[in-house]
C-alpha cells in the first residue's frame, strides 16, 4: 500500500514536473504573437473619424529569443473590414507548422487590422496610409525588433482590397518591399470605373453596367460617407487620393458625373491605371525590379479570377515576370493555406538575394551558404 501510495506521487511529480518544463520550453522557445497599438500621426487628421491608434499583430518564429539571429518580415495587409481576430494568433498555426515541415524559413510576419475598411492612400480626407506603412510602421518593426531591414527582406501580401494595396504601395513607394504576394486582389479597382464599354474584354462586358451604377450611389457630402454601401466608400477613397478638390463637398472629383466622363478627373485615375498601356509603362521597370509577384486565383468563378487572369495576362505581355498559383474555394476561402502560399514564393525569391537566415534560424552572409 505504502509502495503504491509512493508510486503515484512520484507519477504525479514526474507528470508536474513535466508540465513545467513544457510550459517553461514553450516560453522561452514556441513561436508567439505580440500586439502593438501604434499611434499614427499620418493618420491623425483624417476627416471621418478613422481612429489614429492602429493595431498590429507581429508574428515571432520559434528560436526568436536567441538575439544572435535576424529575419526577413512578411508584412500582410486583410481584405475590405476584415475583423482584428484576423491576425497573427489566425495564421500562427499554419506559420508554426510551414517552418517546422521547412516549407518556409523562419520569418517575422506583421498583421495590420483593416476593419473599418481602407485602402491604403494618401489623402486629406481618410489620412495618408501610404506614410503610415512607409514612415511610422515599417521604422517601428525594424526598432523593435531583429529584423533584416534591407528591401530584398522584405514582402507584401494582402487578400482583395489588401492585395490591390499590395501592388499599389510598391509602385508608389519602390525600394520599400522586394516582393509581393496577393490572393485574389481587387485589381479591378484600378481600371473597372474608368474603362468604356468597348475596352472592357468580352468576358467582363457585364461589369460596365454595374461599374457605372455604383457612381449614383455616391453621397452628397463627405458625411454620408459612414452610411454609404461598400463600393461608393471604395469610390470615395479613390477619388480622394487619385483626384482630391477641397473645394467639393465630398472634396475629390468623380471620373463620371450625370453618366458623362469627367476627363480631367478621369485622366487622373487613369495615371494609376496598370492596365492602361502608357501607365504601365511608367511602372514597368518598377515591377520587373521586385523579386517576385504572386498571384492567387481561385477556382471559383464568383470571385475576381476573371478580371485578375485578364490583368495577369497584361503584365506578362509587358514583359513582368508573374507567378500564378490556381488554389480551389471562393473569395475568402483557404486564406491560411493561401497566406502560405505567398509566403513561400516570397521567401523564395527572398533567398536569392542576400542576407537572411537559414531554416534554422542562423544569420548567413548570403542564401547561396544556407543551401550548402
Not at 510551414?98 to 506583421?110: D, F, L, M, Q, R
Not at 526598432?143 to 492585395?163: C, E, F, M, Q
Not at 495576362?313 to 515576370?321: D, P, V, W
Request: proline letters at 6%.
Amino acid at each position: 500500500m505504502i509502495t503504491n501510495r509512493i508510486s503515484r506521487r512520484f507519477c504525479i511529480l514526474t507528470f508536474a514536473l513535466s508540465l513545467v518544463l513544457m510550459f517553461w520550453v514553450d516560453g522561452v522557445y514556441a513561436s508567439r504573437v505580440v500586439s502593438h497599438e501604434i499611434e499614427s500621426t499620418a493618420i491623425a487628421k483624417n476627416m471621418v473619424g478613422i481612429s489614429n491608434i492602429r493595431h498590429v499583430e507581429v508574428y515571432l518564429p520559434d528560436g526568436y529569443e536567441d538575439e544572435k539571429y535576424r529575419y526577413p518580415v512578411i508584412y500582410y495587409i486583410p481584405g475590405w473590414t476584415q475583423p482584428q481576430s484576423v491576425g497573427g494568433d489566425f495564421f500562427r498555426n499554419v506559420l508554426d507548422d510551414s517552418i517546422k515541415n521547412g516549407k518556409i524559413t523562419p520569418t517575422i510576419a506583421v498583421f495590420l487590422d483593416v476593419h473599418e475598411g481602407m485602402l491604403f492612400l494618401n489623402s486629406a480626407v481618410f489620412g495618408n496610409w501610404e506614410d503610415f506603412m512607409v514612415s511610422e510602421l515599417i521604422p517601428f518593426i525594424d526598432k523593435t525588433y531583429r529584423t533584416i531591414p534591407d528591401p530584398k527582406a522584405r514582402g507584401l501580401t494582402g487578400v482583395s482590397s489588401g492585395g490591390y494595396t499590395a501592388l499599389i504601395l510598391p509602385i508608389l513607394h519602390p525600394n520599400i518591399w522586394g516582393s509581393v504576394g496577393m490572393n485574389d486582389p481587387a485589381f479591378w479597382i484600378m481600371w473597372e470605373f474608368i474603362t468604356d464599354e468597348a475596352d472592357f474584354p468580352v468576358s467582363l462586358k457585364s461589369d460596365f453596367a454595374w461599374a457605372r451604377s455604383v457612381f449614383q450611389t455616391i453621397p452628397q457630402d463627405i458625411n454620408g460617407y459612414a452610411s454609404a454601401d461598400t463600393y461608393a466608400r471604395i469610390l470615395l477613397q479613390v477619388a480622394a487620393s487619385f483626384s482630391p478638390n477641397p473645394n467639393s463637398p465630398i472634396f475629390c472629383d468623380m471620373p463620371v458625373t450625370g453618366g458623362d466622363w469627367v476627363q480631367e478627373a478621369r485622366e487622373k485615375w487613369s495615371a494609376y491605371d496598370l492596365i492602361n498601356p502608357k501607365t504601365l509603362a511608367k511602372y514597368s521597370e518598377t515591377l520587373k525590379n521586385l523579386l517576385s509577384i504572386t498571384f492567387i486565383v481561385p477556382e471559383d468563378v464568383a470571385t475576381n479570377r476573371v478580371s485578375n487572369i485578364y490583368f495577369i495576362e497584361r503584365l506578362q505581355s509587358a514583359g513582368i515576370s508573374v507567378t500564378r498559383i490556381d488554389m480551389p474555394g471562393a473569395h475568402g476561402d483557404f486564406q491560411p493555406e493561401r497566406f502560405i502560399a505567398l509566403t513561400e514564393q516570397l521567401l523564395k525569391a527572398m533567398q536569392g538575394s542576400g542576407t537572411s537566415v537559414s531554416p534554422q534560424g542562423k544569420v548567413a552572409t548570403k542564401w547561396g551558404e544556407i543551401k550548402k
